[in-house]
């Protein structure tokens, strides 16, 4: 069973850039038709889907956030990693990746486009 699980600092200076990782158990990021994504949750507010990594590298990202956002992967490690730049205390949010077994749609179905989630993780901007 794949399970993922979300680590990286709590608490980001404005300005700064946030990184994440998500590592991968009982799975390989590399396998064939597997979605890797990043997704966020504001407080009060929805679902934001940020990013998606494939299997084979190929990379997506929503048009709102993708002149700051970067998503990569350590196949070594089974690992994927988010980089969030010049953060402002907007991008305070739960911050979750998730496995979904197709591209995702836009706009998103969270139904179906994902169907393993990590147990997310609170990073806070903040001087």
């Known amino acids: 069973q794949v399970q993922l699980q979300e680590s990286g600092p709590g608490l980001v200076k404005p300005s700064q850039t946030l990184s994440l990782t998500c590592t991968v158990s009982?799975?390989?990021?590399?396998?064939?038709?597997?979605?890797w994504s990043w997704i966020r949750q504001p407080p009060g507010k929805g679902l934001e889907w940020m990013g998606t990594?494939?299997?084979?590298?190929?990379?997506w990202y929503s048009p709102s956030l993708k002149s700051h956002t970067s998503i990569s992967r350590d196949t070594s490690k089974n690992q994927f990693s988010l980089q969030l730049s010049s953060v402002t205390p907007e991008d305070t949010a739960v911050y979750y990746c998730?496995?979904?077994?197709?591209?995702?749609?836009?706009?998103?179905?969270?139904?179906?486009?994902?169907?393993?989630w990590g147990q997310g993780t609170q990073v806070s901007v903040s001087s």
């Open positions: 998730a496995r979904g077994d197709r591209v995702v749609s836009i706009p998103v179905r969270w139904e179906t486009d994902f169907g393993t």
């Open positions: 009982g799975g390989s990021i590399t396998s064939t038709s597997d979605y």
């Open positions: 990594i494939a299997y084979d590298g190929t990379t």
